[in-house]
T-cell receptor, first 115, second 114 residues
Framework: DVKVTQSSRYLVKRTGEKVFLECVQD?????MFWYRQDPGLGLRLIYF???????EKGDIPEGYSVSREKKERFSLILESASTNQTSMYLCASSSSAASGANVLTFGAGSRLTVL | AQSVTQLGSHVSVSEGALVLLRCNYSSSVPPYLFWYVQYPNQGLQLLLK??????LVKGINGFEAEFKKSETSFHLTKPSAHMSDAAEYFCAVNPSGGSYIPTFGRGTSLIVHP
């Protein structure tokens, strides 16, 4: 069964802490994504990557950075967590084979609370 | 640029009743269209997609959707709701031949009453 695995389901951090959210996929997908999900706002794209060491900003990149050193792993970093970053974070991956017709495979999500 | 509008942040139905979740899109080129479902405490999973060909698309768990180009719609239906259908549903659009980054609607929460 193909999978996108997010290392932490629930995290509680304090304001100002550095936070790492890890995501690993086992499908050899080229593309990986980080979304933020908030009630009433749907999914908002933070960053995406279409290849190793490549990254592009999404709609809400402020306060976040990413790292993709290996094809299967895409990390989201909050350099200095703030309370307005309390949210559900979803990682996804897709193949580039069929361009826009590709389906995204999502992880189960990481719920981050910043106190 | 493309956009997606899902009418109704919450839809409530009785078990056994028809489910209708509305999705309208805008796209400057023919679109690829998707419905994803998110069950509580889980990530999203694909319900169905339209790429080309037949405009009525069947998905998992008895859901189907019809692509209507003239109405720029891709509404999701199921003839008879089940309690297990209670979830968040997201419509997404991607322009054909374009990027691989879909645009998502804000989601519709389906509530099923016994």
């Amino acid at each position: 069964d193909v999978k996108v695995t997010q290392s932490s389901r629930y995290l509680v951090k304090r304001t100002g802490e550095k936070v790492f959210l890890e995501c690993v996929q086992d499908m050899d997908h080229e593309n990986m994504f980080w979304y933020r999900q908030d009630p009433g706002l749907g999914l908002r794209l933070i960053y995406f990557s279409y290849d190793v060491k490549m990254k592009e900003k999404g709609d809400i990149p402020e306060g976040y950075s990413v790292s993709r050193e290996k094809k299967e792993r895409f990390s989201l970093i909050l350099e200095s967590a703030s309370t307005n970053q309390t949210s559900m974070y979803l990682c996804a991956s897709s193949s580039s084979a069929a361009s826009g017709a590709n389906v995204l495979t999502f992880g189960a999500g990481s719920r981050l609370t910043v106190l | 640029a493309q956009s997606v509008t899902q009418l109704g942040s919450h839809v409530s139905v009785s078990e056994g009743a028809l489910v209708l979740l509305r999705c309208n899109y805008s796209s400057s080129v023919p679109p690829y269209l998707f419905w994803y479902v998110q069950y509580p405490n889980q990530g999203l999973q694909l319900l169905l997609k339209y790429t080309t060909g037949a405009t009525l698309v069947k998905g998992i768990n008895g859901f189907e959707a019809e692509f209507k180009k003239s109405e720029t719609s891709f509404h999701l239906t199921k003839p008879s709701a089940h309690m297990s259908d209670a979830a968040e549903y997201f419509c997404a659009v991607n322009p054909s031949g374009g990027s691989y980054i879909p645009t998502f609607g804000r989601g519709t929460s389906l509530i099923v009453h016994p």
